[in-house]
Structures are given as structure tokens and as C-alpha cells.
């Protein structure tokens, strides 16, 4: 049974960089048949799309946070990687990583998620 | 700040059907929606308009017509209580995923 979970500090400081990494057990993030994706969701909120990581090693991002935003597959095979820098306040969120059907915007894996928080 | 609107909340006894709208612009071919329970992350429901996702009991439908589309849940049950969202894939400014402002389903 493939699993997703996030992994990464819950604490980040105004103005740093906030990392988090996506282990994927079960299955491997150059699957073809799959994309990887990161939401994110502030307390109380709605959920916000942060990024799409193809199997072709392309990227989609969120146009709201693309200046800021890196993701990338890890060195290992079974991982992926978010970096969002200068944060503040606002990117306080349970961030999620979660796994997309190929060909289509089915997110049908979702991890338990984590929260970041951005204070000093 | 989204694109797809949909009501804040909606609410139904036992039993009953509750409708739950999603509308947009054009630019969005399929719509997908999203169930979250309290507590919990969201788990897919509807794929591609109307595709019910691997093990969603067909109490749980989705349609689409035009720039809207809509959810709806027959034969409500206690465990349906929680937070739907709508999704697509927004091919305008480059594209981007987007989703609904949520809808809040009560169990009354």
C-alpha cells in the first residue's frame, strides 16, 4: 500500500527558507503513471494548489508563489522537496504533498500533512 | 483568492439529497472535488466531472454543465459531515490548479 508523508521543521523564522520533503513509500516519484503535488491549507481555510512535479521532470507552480517556490525529486527515489523562501506570517499552513493521476488532476493519495508555522 | 466559487455551506437531516455548486469562468474543461473530513486530509470523490473515485459509494455524484458544476450527496449520512471542495485546472495566465472556496456540509 503506497503512503505519502511530510517531513520538514514546524517552525520557521519571518524571512527564511521553509523545507519540506515528501517521503513516498510503496512507489517511486519517476512512476510514470503518477505526478506529485504540494496544497497547502492556513488554519481555519481553504486549500491553496502550491505545485505540480511531473514524471518529465517539468514543474508547475502556483503563479502567486512562483517567485519564491522550489521543487524538486530528491536524491532519493522515493522523495520530492519543497522550498519556499522570505516567508512570513501568511505561509503559516498544513502543508500537504500528495500524489496526482497521470493525465489527468486526480489527487488521489494525500499525506496526513504537517503544520508550518512562520513566527519569530 | 479563488475563481471557483461555491456556497459556504449547506445542510440537510438524514436521508436527505444536498446540493453543493461550483462555478467559474471559462478556461476549465474537468472539475474535481475533494472531501474533508474534520481533522483529517482531503480525500478524492469525483474525478473528471462526473468519474467517482475507487471506493466512494454512489451516494456521491458530480455533474457538469456549462462553467458550473455541482456535488451531489443522496441519502445523507451523519459521516458526510465536513468541508467539499471543487477543483480544476485553470488553463488561463499560464495555467494553474485552483480550487473552490469550500462549502461546509452540516448534518442537522
Known amino acids: 500500500q503506497v503512503q505519502v508523508q511530510e517531513s520538514g521543521p514546524g517552525l520557521v523564522k519571518p524571512s527564511e527558507t521553509l523545507s519540506l520533503t515528501c517521503s513516498v513509500a510503496?512507489?517511486?516519484?519517476?512512476?510514470?503513471?503518477?505526478?506529485w503535488t504540494w496544497i497547502r491549507q492556513p488554519p481555519g481555510r481553504g486549500l491553496e494548489w502550491i505545485a505540480f512535479?511531473?514524471?518529465?521532470?517539468?514543474?508547475s507552480y502556483n503563479p502567486s508563489l512562483m517567485s519564491r517556490l522550489t521543487t524538486s525529486a530528491g536524491t532519493s527515489r522515493n522523495q520530492f522537496s519543497l522550498k519556499l523562501n522570505s516567508v512570513t506570517a501568511a505561509d503559516t499552513a498544513v502543508y500537504y504533498c500528495?500524489?496526482?493521476?497521470?493525465?489527468?488532476?486526480?489527487?488521489?493519495?494525500w499525506g496526513q500533512g504537517t503544520l508550518v508555522t512562520v513566527s519569530s | 483568492q479563488s475563481v471557483l466559487t461555491q456556497p459556504p455551506s449547506a445542510s440537510g437531516t438524514p436521508g436527505q439529497r444536498v446540493t453543493i455548486s461550483c462555478s467559474g469562468g471559462?478556461?476549465?474543461?474537468?472539475v474535481y472535488w475533494y472531501q474533508q473530513l474534520p481533522g483529517t486530509a482531503p480525500q478524492l470523490l469525483i474525478s473528471?466531472?462526473?468519474q467517482r473515485a475507487s471506493g466512494v459509494p454512489d451516494r456521491f455524484s458530480g455533474s457538469r454543465s456549462g462553467t458550473s458544476a455541482s456535488l451531489a450527496i443522496s441519502g445523507l449520512r451523519s459521516e458526510d459531515e465536513g468541508d467539499y471542495y471543487c477543483?480544476?485546472?485553470?488553463?488561463?495566465?499560464?495555467?494553474?490548479?485552483?480550487f473552490g472556496t469550500g462549502t461546509k456540509v452540516t448534518v442537522l
Open positions: 510503496g512507489d517511486s516519484v519517476s512512476n510514470l503513471n503518477y505526478y
Open positions: 512535479l511531473y514524471n518529465t521532470g517539468t514543474t
Open positions: 500528495a500524489r496526482v493521476l497521470s493525465g489527468t488532476y486526480s489527487i488521489d493519495l
Open positions: 473528471r466531472n462526473n
Open positions: 471559462s478556461g476549465f474543461y474537468y
Open positions: 477543483a480544476a485546472w485553470d488553463d488561463r495566465l499560464g495555467g494553474r490548479y485552483v
